[in-house]
């Protein structure tokens, strides 16, 4: 089993047993740093999805439960290459075989199938968990196969957040530390809207959970910005120092729709309530998206 279980005696609240399952190093598992995870209800089990920079994409199975030894599995496996990249791309590696280590990973929220994968090189993939392609000649005990379904417009540099709009099923956020955030609809290859804040890299990005033009990202120059998407296209609607170091991560509150939270590299995490203008659904706000992202056809 590719698996380690430490002693478990039923109650997983306990500090001593807070740790219940750990992958080892087999042949098959990431052997680089892992830079994202994302977990995915299926039926009675979890399975969990892993991102490396050694170009691995890993879906685990994952069975916890409070009477029984939890388990941790690999059970299928995908390996990003620069084979994989059309030769005419822009972006395309040089070294046909190395592996493309990921750096950011977003799944739809319609579709647990299709998921978009950032890369150090800037990259963006669409994938699908349901890849047909054919199994490369890697692997021990797990075939690997490519993803990739489609190829877009690449940034320029490192990609360091997806995000997946959920209030349509076809847009997604990027940031990069090229300075700019990127709207994409999964059909089509360029993204239809770049967004310059001039605040340095942008390391995070995130839409509201209520208001469906709203999102936030946040920056190298210590920054939390708000875009809503009804009022300007363009700039954000709010711009917030939070502290004089990079901002690399934010989390909106589900419950709490006026809340949300960001961490910066001086260790602070701090929390911030929004105004009700920001974190209030307005009347028809879902046609402008739909409009919004019928026009990335044009």
Excluded at 49 to 55: A, F, P, R, T
Excluded at 70 to 95: K, Y
């Amino acid at each position: 089993k590719q698996w380690y279980q430490r002693r478990v005696r039923g109650d997983l609240s306990r500090t001593e047993d807070m740790e219940v399952c750990i992958s080892r190093k087999v042949e098959d598992g990431h052997h680089e740093p892992v830079t994202k995870l994302c977990w995915q209800e299926t039926g009675k089990n979890n399975t969990l999805i892993s991102l490396g920079m050694d170009g691995k994409i890993l879906k685990w199975d994952v069975k916890l439960s409070r009477y029984q030894a939890p388990e941790m599995s690999l059970v299928q496996g995908f390996l990003v290459l620069g084979s994989d990249i059309p030769r005419d791309h822009p972006a395309a590696p040089a070294n046909r075989h190395a592996d493309i280590g990921g750096t950011a990973m977003g799944f739809s929220r319609e579709d647990p199938s299709v998921f978009v994968v950032g890369t150090e090189s800037g990259l963006i993939l669409k994938c699908s968990t349901l890849s047909t392609a054919l199994p490369l000649d890697k692997g021990i005990k797990v075939q690997f196969r490519s993803p990739i379904t489609l190829v877009y417009n690449s940034h320029n540099g490192p990609v360091y957040d997806v995000h997946f709009s959920h209030a349509h099923r076809n847009l997604f956020l990027t940031a990069s530390t090229d300075g700019t955030l990127r709207l994409y609809n999964t059909l089509q290859p360029k993204p239809f809207q770049v967004l310059e804040p001039v605040a340095g890299y942008v390391f995070s990005v995130q839409w509201s959970p209520v208001r469906p033009l709203v999102f936030a990202a946040t920056t190298a120059n210590g920054s939390l910005l708000v875009y809503d998407l009804k009022k300007n296209r363009i700039s954000p609607t709010l711009q917030i120092p939070v502290t004089q170091s990079p901002v690399h991560s934010l989390a909106f509150n589900r419950k709490s729709s006026d809340v949300l939270s960001t961490g910066d590299s001086r260790g602070s995490v701090k929390i911030w309530k929004l105004s009700e203008g920001l974190s209030t659904p307005i009347k028809g706000e879902q046609r402008i998206l739909d409009r919004i992202a019928a026009s990335s056809y044009e």
